[in-house]
């Protein structure tokens, strides 16, 4: 969550030596700033708002608390395309009557490959930079994740370092319910508490981007024909996300987001992320669902910023069974 795309290059770069960079240029946590990255076209298209999320196997990648109000087996698929890359996440959840629901998510991101080359400027090598998450989650608010960055060289591969660090890490969150039927729910999480991720040596060893979020989500039945059942009524849902760093420099971040349709056949959704390096902007998502088969879809739109790259787009295909 916050400014993946000013970032992406720098991740990938960071330990490359044919790119020049400066200490006071590179950004913190570099090694492992895609933890931030949205996952998930539902809460893309509310804005990135989804620590009050529940109800879909999606939720654990933001708030794991959220998993605990799934009522069936969910398969998902989650990509999206990015400044600089593609994101991949598969993930799979299990509801069980005797110990709560179960699953886990593995999640990659692709820098695609980048050219190194001579003095003269010939490529003499390929370099592939990617970032692994293995992710195990819980019903009572926790997910274990294990922190990967790797870079493979294929050619003239000479003194070129490994570029390969490993790390383990904790999300721990928790949601509630308020008022008459439960119409509020709010959530809080902290993501990302663990070891640093070390690629080169311990001296460059970045600490995770360790950041606590809190947020609310209000569900409302919109005023339908008389006597018309509330299940056949369109609905309203919005919502209100702020994190910070947690123990770490760095500003706060809000997300709005608000989710409107008929049941879960028609949904369409927008929200405003007000986050850093001038990448705030609105986003728009559209998700539909028959039977047993859901499709999500989102954009985001940057406003107030310099950078040439397309605008993001996401895609979630979901199977409940």
Not at 175 to 182: H, P, T
Request: glycine share 14%; hydrophobic share 45%.
């Amino acid at each position: 969550m916050g400014s993946p795309h000013s970032i992406l290059v720098l991740v990938a770069l960071s330990i490359i030596p044919t790119v020049q960079l400066s200490a006071q240029d590179l950004p913190l946590n570099a090694g492992a700033l895609f933890l931030v990255f949205p996952v998930g076209a539902h809460a893309v298209g509310m804005g990135q708002t989804a620590i009050g999320a529940e109800g879909r196997g999606e939720a654990a990648f933001w708030n794991p608390a959220g998993i605990a109000t799934l009522e069936q087996n969910e398969f998902a698929l989650h990509s999206a395309t990015l400044a600089a890359g593609r994101t991949h996440a598969i993930g799979a959840y299990f509801p069980s009557r005797g110990i709560g629901v179960l699953g886990g998510a593995a999640y990659l991101v692709d820098y695609g490959d980048l050219d190194r080359t001579d003095s003269s400027g010939t490529t003499i090598a390929r370099i592939a930079p990617r970032n692994f998450e293995f992710l195990a989650s819980f019903v009572f608010g926790l997910s274990y994740k294990l922190v990967a960055f790797r870079v493979d060289c294929s050619g003239d591969c000479r003194d070129f370092p490994s570029g390969q660090g490993t790390t383990h890490a904790l999300d721990v969150g928790t949601q509630f319910r308020v008022g008459a039927g439960g119409p509020l729910r709010l959530g809080v999480a902290l993501r990302n508490v663990g070891f640093k991720l070390q690629v080169q040596n311990k001296p460059q060893a970045d600490p995770l981007p360790t950041r606590l979020a809190i947020g609310a989500q209000y569900h409302v039945v919109l005023p339908g024909p008389e006597g018309a059942p509330v299940g056949e009524r369109f609905d309203l849902t919005v919502a209100a996300d702020v994190d910070s760093p947690w123990r770490q420099t760095g500003q706060s971040e809000m997300r709005l987001g608000m989710d409107v349709g008929y049941q879960r056949l028609l949904r369409l959704r927008a929200g405003y992320a007000f986050v850093q390096e001038g990448l705030s902007g609105p986003s728009v998502g559209l998700g539909l669902e028959n039977g047993s088969i859901g499709v999500d879809l989102a954009r985001t739109f940057l406003t107030g910023s310099d950078l040439l790259a397309e605008n993001p787009t996401f895609f979630s295909f979901r199977v409940t069974f």
